[in-house]
């Protein structure tokens, strides 16, 4: 069983809808990571959250909204997204200082927009 | 930004047989991790390796560190059913960022 849990495992919605993504973990890190990976493509990183502040932005568009409201939580809001955005949306989390030596990803919310 | 290039994109291979597959980037990075994904699940840790030329196994899986750091290799030796997956290579960029091969998608013939 994975150590970082992912709710909802799939998800559609509509173009107008807003939904949020949940990712928790209770293995004491302090670095929570929300990666994106289309289908056949290998993950790429959107966000990461050290000491529950907001500290790489990979340039990503505004209708993905991060949240860290404590140390286990992360949360992804979403807004006005596009069928381009369907995805498997991965969080993952780590020691801050130490990556290295204990990243862990969740199993994923399968995201798709119509 | 910083790329790797993994090779092959897929492999087909009867049980039992041995494989092996690499990683190579055009920048060093002091940490190389290879992950094995299985449909509909998120990367799972196999082995990482911190120093370079360090070789470390996990099982039937071996992989080595470059001496040059820019190079990783992943074997898998007499396969089974269950190593069917799609395989990463993926080097830490700084003390957070993960960057991704594009991935080996083995198939197993039984």
């Known amino acids: 069983d994975t150590e970082v849990t992912q709710t909802p495992k799939h998800l559609v919605m509509g173009m107008t809808n807003k939904k949020s993504l949940k990712c928790e973990q209770h293995m004491g890190h302090r670095a929570m990571y929300w990666y994106k990976q289309k289908a056949k493509k290998p993950p790429e990183l959107m966000f990461v959250y050290s000491y529950e502040k907001l500290s790489i932005n990979e340039s990503v568009p505004s209708r993905f909204s991060p949240e860290c409201p404590n140390s286990s939580l992360l949360n992804l809001h979403l807004h006005a997204l596009q069928p381009e955005d369907s995805a498997l949306y991965l969080c993952a989390s780590s020691h801050p200082l130490a990556a290295a030596y204990g990243y862990t990803f969740g199993s994923g919310t399968r995201l798709t927009v119509v | 930004g910083q790329q790797l290039n993994q090779s092959p994109q897929s492999m087909f291979i009867q049980e039992g047989e041995d494989v092996s597959m690499n990683c190579t980037s055009s920048?060093?990075?002091?940490?190389w991790l290879w992950y094995k994904q299985d449909p509909g699940e998120g990367p799972v840790l196999l082995i990482a390796l911190y120093k370079a030329g360090e070789l470390t196994s996990n099982g039937r899986l071996t992989a080595q560190f470059g001496i040059t750091r820019k190079d990783s290799f992943l074997n898998i030796s007499a396969s089974i059913p269950s190593d069917v997956g799609i395989y990463f290579c993926a080097g830490l960029q700084g003390a957070q960022k993960l960057v991704f091969g594009q991935g080996t998608r083995l198939t197993i013939n039984p």
């Open positions: 920048s060093i990075f002091n940490t």
